[in-house]
């Protein structure tokens, strides 16, 4: 038995300084991330970070637990191998809203039904961000941008509905601009059995002039203070597609489901280096296959 | 020893039963210590299409599909026009003569079926009595692989298929012992390539596998599934191979031995990240299992079409490993090599496989499990103390690694950017051209390492002869066999078989070539796609390409005629086959 250390925020603090433009969004879901693990207790060797490409996705760069930084869209299988690999670790994964809803919404919404347990990030910041700043699947319609000049045509995505009608069993928002709420529902999302998602306003300080702080705290409430129940999926989905001059905040639902636990591999999955030398099956298995072969 | 092989095709509509009575044959011949070679000549269409296997069976190893029968087993009407024309001398026609005529010209055993047994479903099991009279396989053994298929049916459907099987026999009595095989009391294992890679790689400690079906590759994934609860294999059947690639990378990189298959098209979608984990330094095998390309292309047909693709795969320049195995066998020893050279070189390592080499069935003596240990490179904490760093310069390019879950002070993230020893980016914001350069340099050298660890490429027959075939991967089967036709016939023809694609022998390539009087290239394909590489690295142009594209596997008898030719000094630069008379015509 391990001796019992107090994990400290101090714990997560990375060598590597953050790169993200001073006051953006991303920066508090980092320290909130920091704070619902230390919350948690959970030790930064049994914690993951994956993530995808784009400013959001340097989150695992700038957080003291193991990480994987992947391809643009792809960290929702990676955090699946890893957590499937190995069920102990608690994995959380961070992105954007391209990388998730747009180029990777194929997993993301394959990971809603599969109901694995991983802890899902956006950093929502209704554009694209490392590239420049072009028209992202969260945009508004009439929303101007580099690749939109003439303003957006698309409906954008409403992540919670989807995430509600696609099977997920947990889904909340949190605000950039309210750390000390955010870091409670990311918390909550981590110590949730089975997939939960976190949609996080994450304001884009240098591209997205129209969703800024100040558009979302004008609007913002929050549910819990509104008398929400999350165990209601009629008013879950309800609150999930308000939007304009009210925009919910927290956990909109949340039901327990059957976690996928395809993998039962962590009993019998010794140190690697433990393996070398020896054989995959022992005689008596390695015979039997044979002979279903005879 | 008698080594005459005894060609029997068996040939009917799909879902006629061609694949389950083929099977059921090749087992019995199995168990009589024969050697069998199964070819399943099929259309994706699961009802309706025409469909043909050929069972090669002889005392002899088997290792290609041929163009003549001894037998054939026609269980519809159409098969028998179908497949007159490529009977040898001595071929016999079993049918149901209440439907047809045996062809003028052919011996046929015609059983009026309606006669013979009350339901015409068991039409399939009279015939093979008549084969196994014919070939001289016990009956006792047929009726042990009766008792198997219908183990959970009634005494009365096993009685009566028995029962059958001895009709079957008894009409055949005037020719019993025709094709007269050697059996013995010994009992091979019949297996497919995609199970002895799946196998293989269950020898090889694989803990991980992902797959999306698709034909040819999804035999691995189907032996996968079957046996991952009690083997302890985490197998998912993911959205699609850009997800079931991406998983299993995730895997590795939380320490499980990882693999995935599929055929072209999926490879296609999973470049990009085989790429990822040349960059993580996340060891991963994924094998290729060719189809007939382009696109979806001939889904059911076999190629040699996708060497460029896998070459090309992903961008940028990294450092990886591609093994094409030679036959069956080669599958099972050659999966648990790449498993060992992922681990050890932290890279992905890419199999190429085909149609031909992974779903037909063939015999094994056996298979050795002890022939390959695991080894999984170097860990971290195997190798002293000091500061971590993840992506350390080495003298070999291999840093040691670690995994989640190890103690704090092996943290690190791995990053598809390009990085530091210890893991922050240079790319983005703070670019670094001189780590960059050393990093790259550092990736590369793993090369150095892993060409000292192919495996050996094989030279089929003497060092000295007046022609040298040259293949690769599956091919070898044809090229074995054509020199063993080369020595019948008196003629001196030798073979190199090549499965090292990458890094490619080309010291040990250009030795056999350049010292060679005459090379022909025999490959399943349009361009020489082999042949181009072999220039590529060592220079040597082979003047003649022997090709064929036109879905089907190399046959003996029509592929021979050109090794003829080449000895003679008459081959063209370019000679195509095309599927012998009649194989290729389709009337529907
Ligand atoms: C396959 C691929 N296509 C495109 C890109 C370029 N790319 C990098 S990040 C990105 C969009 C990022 O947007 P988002 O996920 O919203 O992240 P943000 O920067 O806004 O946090 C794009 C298109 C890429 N890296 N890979
Ligand atoms: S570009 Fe936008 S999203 Fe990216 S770091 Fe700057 S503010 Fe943040
Ligand atoms: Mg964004």
């Known amino acids: 038995m391990a001796e019992l250390t107090v994990i400290k925020e101090l714990n997560f603090k990375s060598e590597t300084k953050p790169d993200w433009c001073p006051s953006c969004g991303d920066f508090a879901v980092l320290s909130g991330l920091i704070k619902a693990l230390t919350k948690l207790q959970i030790e930064p060797k049994d914690a993951v970070t ?70 899902y990030l956006v950093m929502n910041n209704q554009v694209y961000g490392l590239t420049t700043g072009q028209v992202s699947p969260t945009s508004e319609i009439g929303y101007q941008t580099k690749t939109t000049p003439q303003g957006n045509l698309e409906q954008p995505i409403n992540p919670l509905a989807l995430a509600i009608a696609g099977g997920a069993t947990f889904v909340a928002r949190a605000f950039s601009g309210d750390p000390n709420h955010m870091a409670e529902v ?84 010794p140190y690697p280096a433990d393996w070398s030398g020896q054989h995959g099956l022992d005689d008596k298995t390695f015979n039997n296959l044979l002979a279903e072969l005879r | 020893m008698n080594s005459k092989i005894v060609d029997i095709w068996i040939a009917g509509a799909a879902g006629d039963g061609v694949q389950s009575t083929s099977e059921m044959l090749a087992k019995i011949a199995a168990r009589c210590g024969l050697h069998v070679y199964i070819y399943n000549s099929y259309q994706s269409a699961i009802r309706g299409g025409y469909v043909y296997a050929q069972i090669r069976i002889s005392a002899k190893k088997i290792r290609t599909p041929s163009d003549r029968w001894d037998i054939l087993v026609a269980l519809n009407t159409d098969s028998i026009e179908r497949h007159k024309g490529w009977v040898k001398k001595e071929g016999v026609l079993i049918f149901n003569c209440d439907r047809a005529k045996a062809p003028g010209g052919l011996t046929g055993i015609g059983i009026p079926i309606s006669e013979v ?64 095989l050697p059996v013995s009391d010994k009992s091979h294992i019949l297996i497919t390539g995609n199970q002895a890679l799946a196998f293989g790689a269950a020898e090889g400690g694989v803990r991980f596998y992902s797959a999306y079906p698709m034909t040819p590759a999804s035999g691995v994934l189907h032996w996968m599934a079957d046996h991952a609860a009690k083997l302890g294999i985490c197998v998912m059947q993911a959205e699609d191979e850009i997800s079931v690639i991406n998983m299993a990378i995730g895997a590795s990189f939380a320490g499980a031995r990882s693999m995935v298959a599929t055929s072209g098209g999926g490879f296609a979608l999973m470049t ?68 060992n050279l992922a681990d050890r070189y932290q890279i992905p390592v890419l199999m190429i496989s085909d149609l031909l080499l992974s779903e037909h069935n063939e015999t094994l003596e056996a298979l050795d499990p002890k022939r390959i240990k695991i080894d999984r490179g170097e860990w971290a904490g195997t190798n002293g103390a000091g500061q971590f760093l993840r992506y350390l310069y080495t003298p070999g390019g291999v840093s040691p690694r670690a995994k989640p879950g190890m103690p704090d002070q092996y943290i ?25 350069k050393k990093m790259m340099e550092k990736r590369m050298r793993k090369m150095e390492g892993i060409l000292k660890e192919m ?114 000094g008459k081959a063209q630069a370019r000679e195509v086959i095309l599927t012998p008379y009649g194989l290729a015509e389709d009337k529907g």
């Open chain 1, 50 to 119: 994956v993530s995808g490409i784009g400013c959001s996705s340097n989150l695992p760069g700038f957080i003291r637990t193991y990480g994987y930084h992947s391809l643009h869209g792809r960290s929702i299988p990676v955090a699946t191998g890893v957590k499937l690999a190995n069920p102990n670790l608690k994995v959380v994964v961070t992105g954007g809203d391209g990388d998730g809803y747009g180029i990777g919404v194929g997993h993301f919404i394959h990971a809603l039904r599969r109901n694995i347990d991983l802890t």
């Open chain 1, 186 to 269: 990311i918390a909550q999302a981590i110590e949730h059995k089975g997939f939960a998602l976190v949609d996080i306003f994450s304001p884009c300080v240098t591209f997205n002039k129209v969703n800024t702080y100040e558009f979302f705290r004008k609007r913002v409430l929050k549910l819990e203070e509104a008398g929400h129940d999350p165990a209601n999926l009629q008013q879950a989905m309800e609150k999930a597609l308000m939007w304009g001059d009210k925009i919910p905040l927290g956990v909109f639902w949340r039901t327990e489901r059957a976690v996928f636990d395809q993998a039962k591999l962590s009993k019998d999955l």
């Open chain 2, 117 to 180: 047994v009350s339901n015409p479903l068991m039409q399939n099991t009279v015939f093979l009595g008549a084969a196994c009279a014919l070939t001289g396989l016990p009956l006792e053994k047929f009726e042990k692989a009766i008792l198997e298929v219908f183990g959970k049916k009634s005494q009365e459907v096993k009685d009566a298929n028995l029962k059958a099987a001895k009709e079957g026999a008894g009409r055949a009595k005037s020719l019993a012992g025709r094709f007269k």
């Open chain 2, 272 to 339: 990009e990240a085989v790429g990822l984990a040349a960059m993580t330094e996340t060891p991963l095998v994924a094998i290729n299992v060719c189809r007939a390309g382009p696109s979806t292309g001939v889904p059911t047909k076999t190629e040699q079409g996708d060497l460029w693709q896998v070459l090309g795969a992903g961008q940028g320049d990294y450092p990886k490993a591609v093994i094409a195995p030679l036959d069956v066998e080669d599958c099972f020893y050659m999966v648990q090599h790449s498993l």
């Open chain 2, 412 to 436: 690190f993230t791995a990053a598809s950017d390009d990085h530091r020893e210890s893991g922050t980016l240079i790319s983005d914001v703070d670019t670094d051209p001189v780590e960059r």
């Open chain 2, 455 to 568: 495996p050996p490429n094989v030279l089929i027959g003497e060092p000295k002869a007046d022609l040298t075939l040259v293949g690769w991967g599956s091919g070898c089967g044809i090229l074995t066999e054509l020199v063993a036709r080369a020595k019948e016939e008196g003629k001196k023809v030798n073979a190199l078989a090549i499965r090292s694609v990458w890094p490619f022998l080309s010291k040990e390539v250009a030795g056999v070539l350049t010292k060679a009087k005459g090379v022909m290239m025999i490959e399943n394909n349009f361009t020489g796609q082999m042949a181009k590489l072999i220039r590529q690295e060592t220079g040597f142009e082979i003047p003649h390409l022997c090709l064929k594209y036109d879905g089907e596997p190399f046959y003996l008898e029509s592929t021979w005629p050109m090794v003829q030719k080449a000895l003679k």
